[in-house]
């Protein structure tokens, strides 16, 4: 009994890391159409952020909530600036302009931090279901996910910035005749999504140990349950980054992690398949 | 005289190759090193401090009156942690700059792509790293420890401290099966059973499944040769999870890169391991080491297993060329295959004539606060994997790396 709550727990915990590390990703490809390459090194300057802040003495919720997605999120609008703004609607070259800024970002955060490996210790302890012990850090991360699915919603739903950030992105000409600049709506929505790939590197620092290249590990399976996700934002994330979860958990604990691996990467390949357009492309039609 | 085209570069080439004599002349003045690593990139972190110890060991020879009355020169190539470069520069070394002794490779991949370039040159190769064993060929001279003489020292140490039942979780390449198939062997000589073996590939850096499946398993100890930077995320979540009270962990890999000054000391401490070398190592001739590298660079812990191999290394060669009294590949490898000694920060480095692999002093350790601290010192452990399918004093033209079955 006590190990079915522990499978339970570690595949709750497998969705919602995929939905922590791909949720950043979703927002910029889902909603601007940019295809960021540089999405995992965004994620890898969210755990820095974090380890530098908890290294001068910051609490380390405060580091990872706050101060990480800020600054992530302020990198990626000087990023926008600079680089994206002058190639929305134009696919493949953000492609080559966001591998290069990746390849950037790798080499900057090389020169300031070195080569070594650095972290950070888990904030949470471990505790006792049963005969097991489980990583508390583990449900921290489960509610934040949560917090961030509902927030998501919330936000495009039910508020005004929400509502022309999605009027933008179905008609730019509509929303620009109507008052609000797409430039404008861009340029938030870039923030927004670069602050979530920060969050999701802060939150994750604490279980791993960070090199300049750590972003690499995360851009595939992240690219994965977006893509696989389909046109909905909120509801193909929660869809694709639920089944991939499952089915990398189940086969990781049955078999062993390299099957695990596989599984998942299988299942994306079936899935796209049967249903090109993502999930939400034949279910959930419309949703968000 | 009209200067065509081809006139004007035949006496252009000439003139070339006569200004070309005397340095040629002079360069036996000096004694050329080649060393070949990844200081930048990836590798960094092991290739840097390796490269500093080399020119800590070359300043040193130079200081005491350099070699054969000739001072040793340093021609040093970064191969920026990227597998093509190892070739270019390893023709480079040989065919072009013609150096006497090449010291240097970090992963196995970087040693294969340069072997043969090396043997085919005839240019004495030295790789200093600690590997997976098996590497059979007259011209290359080995000094790291391999699987066999760590796992030998490490196992029943492991298994005293805790229990007969071990599981396994191990990196998913040719190092991490190798290793698994020696600790298998090694925990069945003493009595002990394998109740669990897993393979990660080196991305991996979710733990969280496995360790409720060794959890399920309830052995006594689990042995971890994990590599690189994401697999050191399996030591943080076992301490996350509270494992780290529960069952005792081991690891062949654990510090070779200093990775063990990353771990808090909550995560780290107890952490069982065997190497060449210690920081901790409290020997008159490491703490030498130490104090000289201090000299030359200021501080002294980036000091890691692998730099202080290379150092032996370069000491070992030089010892040889002294013997030898002379630069000769031949006379050279002929000392070599006296069984050869010098005395390293790690302890003795004895010459194995047969594997030309390295009898080193193993040591147990454990980390304590960001350390290592040393338990015991097993003297003179023979690198008895690749003794078993490796005789280069009866098939000197062997030139195979061995996959050795158990």
């Not at chain 1, 159409?33 to 300057?45: T, Y």
Request: hydrophobic share 50%; aromatic share 8%.
């Amino acid at each position: 009994m006590d190990l079915y709550v522990v499978v339970l727990v570690e595949m709750l915990y497998g969705v919602a890391s995929l939905i922590l590390i791909s949720a950043g990703l979703a927002i910029v490809f889902g909603m601007i159409k940019v295809i960021n390459l540089a999405h995992g090194e965004f994620m890898m300057m969210g755990g820095y952020a974090t380890i530098t802040a908890v290294n001068l003495g910051v609490n380390v919720f405060v580091a990872m909530l706050l101060i990480a997605p800020v600054v992530v999120g302020l990198i990626g609008l000087v990023v926008e600036r600079l680089v994206i703004r002058h190639l929305y609607g134009r696919l493949i070259d953000t492609m080559l302009a966001t591998w290069g800024l990746s390849l950037f970002f790798i080499g900057l955060a090389t020169m300031v931090f070195g080569n070594t490996t650095t972290g950070i210790s888990t904030p949470i302890p471990g505790f006792a279901i049963g005969d097991y012990q489980v990583n508390g850090y583990n449900f921290f991360i489960i509610v934040v996910s949560a917090l961030l699915l509902v927030a998501m919603l919330a936000v495009l739903k039910g508020t005004r910035a929400g509502l022309v950030a999605r009027g933008t992105m179905q008609r730019p000409d509509m929303a620009a005749a109507l008052g609000y600049s797409p430039d404008r709506v861009y340029m938030a929505t870039f923030f927004c999504g670069s602050a979530l790939s920060g969050l999701a590197g802060a939150i994750l620092a604490p279980l791993v140990g960070l090199v300049p290249t750590s972003g690499g590990a995360y851009i595939a399976k992240a690219f994965i349950t977006v893509i696989a996700g389909g046109p909905s934002l909120v509801a193909g994330l929660f869809a694709s980054a639920g089944f991939f979860g499952a089915v990398n958990q189940i086969f990781t604990f049955a078999i062993s992690p390299v099957i695990g691996e596989v599984a998942l990467l299988v299942a994306a390949v079936v899935l796209l398949r049967i249903l090109p357009q993502g999930v939400t492309g034949t279910f959930f039609k419309g949703r968000l | 005289m009209s200067l065509n085209r081809r006139t004007f570069l035949s006496s252009a080439a000439a003139v070339a190759s006569a200004s070309m004599l005397p340095r040629a002349a002079m360069a036996a003045d000096s004694i050329k090193l080649g060393s070949i690593l990844d200081t930048s990139g990836i590798f960094d972190a092991y290739g840097t401090p390796m490269d500093m110890a080399m020119r800590l060991a070359v300043n040193e020879i130079n200081t005491a009156g350099g070699l054969l009355g000739m001072q040793v020169e340093v021609v040093a190539y970064d191969t920026q942690s990227d597998m093509a470069l190892y070739s270019q520069y390893g023709q480079q070394l040989t065919r072009q700059d013609e150096v006497d002794v090449v010291h240097g490779g970090i992963l196995s991949a970087s040693r294969e792509a340069i072997r043969q370039t090396m043997r085919k040159t005839r240019t004495l190769y030295f790789y200093n790293v600690l590997y997976e064993g098996g590497v059979c060929d007259r011209n290359i001279f080995i000094n790291g420890v391999t699987p066999a003489q760590q796992v030998e020292a490490l196992v029943p140490y492991a298994m005293g401290k805790s229990g007969k039942s071990v599981y396994i979780l191990a990196a998913d390449y040719n190092y991490g099966q190798i290793t698994a198939r020696w600790i298998q062997k090694f925990v069945a000589d003493n009595g002990g059973e394998t109740v669990g073996v897993d393979f990660f590939p080196l991305d991996v850096s979710d733990f969280g499944s496995t360790i409720a499946k060794i959890q399920t398993v309830g052995p006594d100890l689990v042995i971890a040769p994990l590599v690189g930077g994401a697999h050191l995320s399996f030591f943080r979540q076992w301490a996350a999870a509270g494992m780290k009270d529960r069952i005792p962990l081991a690891s062949t890999t654990m510090g070779v890169g200093n990775e063990h000054k990353v771990l808090t000391p909550e995560e780290g401490n107890g952490i069982m391991v065997a190497y060449n070398y210690s920081q901790e190592l409290d020997t008159p001739a490491n703490n030498a080491f130490k104090e000289r590298w201090s000299a030359s660079y200021g501080d002294s812990s980036l000091i890691h297993e692998i730099a202080v191999s290379n150092y032996q290394g370069v000491m070992t060669w030089a010892e040889a060329v002294r013997q030898a009294g002379s630069l000769d590949r031949e006379a050279v490898i002929a000392a070599l295959e006296t069984g050869l000694s010098i005395g390293g920060p790690a302890g003795t480095v004895t010459v194995d004539p047969k594997t030309h692999h390295a009898v080193l002093d193993v040591h147990i350790m454990e980390i304590e606060d960001q350390g290592m601290r040393v338990i015991e010192t097993l003297p003179q452990r023979q690198p008895i994997d690749t003794q078993a399918v490796c005789d280069l004093q009866a098939n000197p033209d062997d030139n195979t790396q061995y996959e050795i079955q158990i």
